[in-house]
């Protein structure tokens, strides 16, 4: 009944699939079309119905199902390869061997030049986000640990990992979890959330699990990023294929350990095969089921919600009363009781037509906010906040005790000294007692918000009160290419000879080494100090800002006090991961 109805669906354009159908273009010219049957998005249980296959087969490949990642090359399926053992072999053959259910028809068959093994799509969203990641990675990390500690010891060491979660400073555009990941019900948004917040389990599982776990959810983790990619060349398809490899490497510490069998896992397999889909159909970051499911919500579970909220019923009221009803017929309630909610009048009352202001007006096609800014494709723009903090503008030296920075006017001095001498390619040497003074009052801002050229996301803001990567010249070494991180300790602007100077108080960060961790791929640095020991602070001007950055502690193997908060993350490590998977920005730049 379901191929036969896709078939009759079709129908109309059949005939044009073959014979051209004369149409007016955009353009307003007349051509010649011939229609073809494109990808088809689905996730993996439809995908099996749809190319008639067996459950826990791989609808595009022969690899067998106790092996779908074998070592040889894959064999894919295809049509004409289909209809000719469905011919020859016998039901059991077909199923046990091939994986194929002989009374499926595929629709695709009544069309020329459809071959539904081919046609099907990634699917992001079930076969990586939901699939590999939650399914199967985040469990087997909680079995090794069961398998390899008493019952108590693994429950301790989860308990940790649920504090160092709950610890991680907050982000723009990141999804925070109090309790850590063992919430009741994982949703896709919390799924999404937690694979971009990476800072919320890669490094937090790191010092309780073996280097190679680690290692495979970094692998992991950059074959999801580049997979996202709004536009992949050749070098990016190598990239994922060597993202592919090292998972794949170092996954196997999962089976050595006892916690798997084998690999066999439909949705984990299909990443195999997204090189060749990517080629194609192009960018999987716009074929995803997760485009139809939003669209789903929009169109039915939103307007089912909004009638049974104003019928009552997803506030309890139906069953409450059936309750009280199947209590009173049971004698349970005595005569004289009253239903408080209905007697008091001054209880609050739902009102419908009220501002939801927590509530998501714009996502993207994966139920995240959408705050699409309209501008030039420029690398990246900063800009303070709308208004200064009000009632803040202390003058310097009120500025320099509630900082507790007693260098504060030198280093104003030194900022507006190279200010004065920006476009002097040998500016004189700074000098204190001859350069430029200024103790008036300075405005503070809480906040500043960066606008960068984000293809791959469907964003391009991102607001930042903490953390940030400042461009350097050539002449620093940087570990990320002329990027340093520094913490700002406060944002300022105030007018000096007429001139208005929107800057920052920052304290540097230096790189601990010039590569990368070799287990979670990510930069690490560390508070800067002067030969003194005191923090390294300047003051600069807001362009050399060139965007938020996220630090995530080096827990190490110690467990985390139960005192520690977000609000301590960058107060008491001594040593920080720069996340690179904040966002799809930040994994380009970090």
């Not at 080096?554 to 690179?580: M, W």
Request: aromatic letters at 10%; one cysteine or more.
């Amino acid at each position: 009944m379901f191929h036969s109805s896709l078939a009759k669906i079709f129908e109309p354009v059949k005939l044009n699939m073959t014979v051209p159908d004369v149409v007016c273009c955009p353009d307003s010219h007349y051509r010649r079309v011939i229609y073809g049957l494109g990808p088809y998005i689905a996730d993996y249980p439809e995908q099996v119905a749809l190319s008639g296959v067996v459950q826990n087969w791989c609808p595009k490949c022969l690899n067998n199902r106790k092996n779908l990642d074998g070592d040889g090359e894959l064999l894919l399926r295809c049509r004409h390869h289909t209809d000719l053992v469905v011919q020859e072999l016998p039901h059991a053959h077909l199923w046990h061997e091939y994986g194929i259910i002989q009374e499926v028809m595929p629709f695709t068959n009544d069309f020329p030049r459809a071959d539904i093994h081919e046609l099907l799509s990634p699917d992001i969203l079930h076969q990586i986000i939901k699939g590999t990641f939650k399914d199967h990675l985040v469990d087997w990390v909680e079995q090794y640990l069961l398998l390899t500690h008493r019952a108590s010891d693994a429950a301790e060491i989860m308990d940790d990992i649920n504090r160092r979660i709950a610890a991680v400073a907050p982000f723009a555009g990141l999804q925070r979890f109090p309790e850590g990941r063992g919430f009741k019900q994982w949703t896709g948004d919390d799924s999404k959330a937690l694979m971009k917040v990476c800072h919320v389990y890669l490094p937090t599982i790191s010092g309780h699990v073996p280097q190679d776990v680690v290692r495979a959810f970094s692998a992991f983790l950059d074959f999801c990023y580049i997979v996202r990619r709004d536009t992949l060349t050749e070098d990016d398809l190598t990239q994922l294929q060597d993202a592919l490899s090292r998972f794949h490497q170092y996954r196997k510490i999962f089976k050595t350990t006892g916690v798997v069998l084998n690999f066999s896992y439909p949705r984990q397999h299909s990443l195999s095969h997204y090189s060749l889909m990517i080629q194609l159909f192009g960018a999987p970051n716009g074929l995803c089921s997760s485009i139809t499911e939003s669209k789903h919500i929009k169109a039915v579970k939103g307007p089912w919600r909004r009638d049974f909220e104003a019928r009552g019923m997803l506030r309890g009221s139906c069953l409450s009363d059936a309750l009280r009803a199947l209590r009173e017929s049971n004698g349970e309630l005595l005569d004289n009781s009253t239903d408080e909610d209905e007697d008091n009048n001054d209880a609050p009352q739902a009102r419908p037509d009220r501002l939801r202001l927590n509530e998501p007006q714009n996502q993207t096609a994966e139920g995240d906010l959408v705050d699409i800014v309209d501008g030039p494709t420029v690398q990246a723009h900063v800009e303070l906040a709308a208004a200064p903090v009000p009632g803040r503008s202390p003058d310097v030296p009120a500025l320099m005790l509630n900082l507790d920075l007693p260098t504060l006017p030198t280093l104003i001095q030194q900022f507006l000294h190279d200010q004065l001498h920006i476009d002097n390619d040998e500016p004189p040497e700074f000098d204190p007692a001859t350069a430029p003074t200024y103790m008036g009052r300075v405005p503070v801002f809480s906040s500043a918000a960066a606008s960068f050229y984000a293809p791959s996301d469907l964003s391009g803001t991102g607001g930042m009160n903490d953390c940030v990567f400042v461009s350097m010249n050539d002449e620093v070494s940087c570990g990320l290419d002329g990027l340093a991180i520094a913490r700002v300790l406060r944002f300022l602007g105030f007018n000096y000879w007429m001139k208005y100077l929107g800057c920052a108080v920052i304290r540097w960060f230096s790189y601990i080494t010039d590569s990368r961790d070799p287990d979670t791929g990510m930069y690490l640095v560390a508070p800067s100090t002067n030969d003194d020991g005191t923090p390294d602070v300047s003051i600069i001007h807001i362009d050399c800002i060139f965007r938020a950055a996220h630090l995530i502690p080096l827990y190490g193997s110690n467990f985390l006090p139960r005192a520690i908060t977000l609000h301590d993350s960058y107060n008491v490590f001594r040593a920080f991961y720069v996340n690179k998977y904040a966002d799809h920005h930040a994994f380009e730049v970090a």
